[in-house]
């Protein structure tokens, strides 16, 4: 994977690809059936589109252009087709939203949410990084997403869970999932918002190469730059132990967190769904200490 740090390489790839992805008849334009040497847009089309330049949009593509305004940006979303959390991305490529080149603080799970964790009581939790390592998580949430693994292994710095990893590379993960090319377009473009929003972070870059370079269903769906929001999303899972159910996964910030978010899984009230995460529950065996979580671990850098 080439290194791309610079913010205005990936403002630029960002734009070339989603034009690419563009026919003329998806923006209103007349499409008279020329053959075209590549797919998509034209610059001068998205420039007309966005009421731009076409000069000035090539210096925005070719990263020579530092000062585009939340105007020209958001014309160009627009043109582009983007929705809510694309269109955020684009504006955090410019560098304005980002944290910029500093050293990035260690992840660590803070007393505050612990107890926010203890507050969902049986509902399964996970609290993720911004790389989506796992940093801690309930027993109910490890049964049903890593019930496969040592309960311990969030301790061990060198074997700490990443849900990017274990959905594109773990057989467990994918057969978890009934609709997996989803979640994995999911989870794709949650770590595209990651590389947006922490650009200079080795670690985020060192995990994205190494999907890259094993799975080829993560490599063309990287290549694609579609970005997903962290918020709620509806999954069927098929679970190994109680069956099929239908759950929502909330994706909750945490104040000052560095990108740290805390995931709770739900069903509907007194759904078949509900049953099963209570039956999942019940299978669990007692245990004085519900919650497991990382050792804090300094980051890496280049």
Known sequence: MKDRTNGTSLLGEFLSTRRAQLKP???GLPDYGDRRRVPGLRRE???????VSVAYYIRLEQGLSL?????????LATALRLDDAERRHLHTLTGDARPGRRRLPAERV??????????FGDSPVVVLGRRSDILMWNRPGHALFAGHLAPESPDQPATRPNTAKLVFLDAHTRDLYVDWPRKARDVVGKLRQAVGEYPDDPQL????GELTMRSPQFASLWAQHRVRAWDMAEY????????????????????RGQGIRVVVTTAAPGSADQAAMQLLNQSLLPATDTRTEVRVVPPMHS
């Open 67 to 75: 000062n585009a305004s939340p105007q020209v940006l958001d014309a």
């Open 110 to 119: 803070t007393a505050a949410v612990r107890q926010l964790v203890d507050a």
């Open 236 to 255: 069927s899972m098929r679970h190994p132990t109680v069956g099929e159910m239908d759950v929502l996964q909330h994706s909750l910030p945490v104040p």
């Open 45 to 51: 089309e998205l420039a007309q589109l966005a009421g």
């Open 205 to 208: 870059a060192s995990l994205i």
């Open 25 to 27: 008849g998806d923006v």
